[in-house]
């Protein structure tokens, strides 16, 4: 199974009992599929998925926060979303 989306080279807060930190998450169907190293969750990727580079940047996983936006055809904009 592949992910719909996939958030690699961030800060990802997980919601375990040690509030983990993680480099990557897949997403499918809206749901977290999988956290973990980038390497582990890059075998989660296929043809149709969305791969996002967070350079870094935090992400909360229970709020669903992304430190980003997208333009029209589903580009990281780094910024915020200005339609």
């Known amino acids: 199974m592949f992910a719909d989306l996939v958030l690699l080279n961030g800060k990802i807060v997980t919601v375990d009992e040690k509030e983990s930190i993680v480099e990557a998450v897949a997403v499918k169907f809206?749901?977290?599929?999988?956290?973990?190293a980038n390497g582990e969750i890059k075998r989660l990727i296929g043809k149709e998925t969305m791969v996002?580079?967070?350079?870094?940047?935090?992400?909360?996983?229970?709020?669903n926060r992304l430190p980003l936006s997208y333009d029209s055809d589903g580009g990281n904009n780094d910024g915020p979303n200005q339609s």
């Not at 809206?30 to 973990?36: E, I, N, P, R």
């Not at 996002?52 to 709020?63: A, E, I, S, Y």
Request: hydrophobic residues 35%; contains cysteine.
């Open 30 to 36: 809206g749901k977290m599929l999988a956290v973990g």
């Open 52 to 63: 996002v580079d967070l350079r870094g940047k935090n992400c909360d996983t229970w709020t």
